[in-house]
């Protein structure tokens, strides 16, 4: 058993010091390259601004979305309590339809078996 665990360590010392090794490595080749001859394609750039252009339309979706639940986290109280009983792309200026008056009722099923 403490043969077990002397390996175990000495594995783990092992793995961290490569780990450190191929760390070191990566870093080194990143900071030494002198000249990259690469080439950036019209096709690259078209793809980078559609990229953001697309990020941008995103987040303004997103913040459209919530706005509601924003106003009314960061807003006064009577604001809040609208926000979070808004369901994103609700529209608050509409009445959310309640239980009353939206179908028949179980009373209603009752008194027509009660009628027969």
Known sequence: MLE?????????????????????AVLASLLLVR????YLDPGAGSYILQILIASLFGALFVLKVFWGRIVGFFGKGSSESKATAQEPGQ???T???TNRNVGPTVQDAQSE???D
């Open 113 to 115: 078996r009660d009628d």
């Open 35 to 38: 000249e990259a001859h690469a």
């Open 95 to 97: 009445p959310v339809p």
């Open 91 to 93: 529209d608050m200026s």
């Open 4 to 24: 077990r665990r002397v390996m175990v360590i000495e594995l783990k010392r092992i793995l961290s010091e490569t780990s450190s090794c191929a760390l070191l």
